[in-house]
């Protein structure tokens, strides 16, 4: 398995070239960066921007099969900018001092309440993990150049691979209410509701993620 940080988010610096300007650049650099791998037409699976780079990878003939959970693309212009500004005040949230970042995160209550918007069940987040990711995202020296190149984004593509798209229903950056969208575009892919799960699910429910990517795997063949 590989886990993949896109440029300028996690360890991936930003490349001297300067990041890529648009979906079909990401596209192109994730395909190159297989390829060096030996990956042919790996089996992808991305949540949120990685679940549209997933789809938007199997569209171009790159990926074996694809497990998209609450996939950005799907959206109204409005429903992208609220989505964009509530990831906003968390970064921004996450630039706080970080001993009283750490001081609210300790406390299971308030840490339901500072990343409750993210994922359904944050009160079982550990302290090192949700502290983990509140580094993450204040470090992520591409969000605002990500946020500014997705205006407008909406998935397109045709994929002629096997697709799974999984939907949290209590996703509060982008609402189950997109998974409709998702199934009008996409009615040939399997379409799954991750009851309970928030918009990052693999927090809220690991196994139940890990088995909807394994069957989709399964159904490549």
Known sequence: MVALDLPGFGRSPVPPTGLPRDMAQVVAAIAEFCAALGLDRPHVAGNSLGGAIALELAAAGHA?????????GFCSPRELRRAMTVLGAHRAAARLPEPLVSAVLARPALRALALGMIVARADRLTLDVALADTRALRDAHAFRAVARAGRGYAFTGVPAVPVTIAWGTRDRILPYRQAAAARTRLPDARHLDLVDCGH???????E??????????????
């Open 64 to 72: 074996a099969s694809v497990t998209a959970l609450s996939p950005a």
């Open 200 to 206: 990052v699910p693999m927090y809220d429910a690991p």
């Open 208 to 221: 139940l993620v890990a088995s909807v990517i394994l069957e989709t795997t399964s159904a490549a063949g």
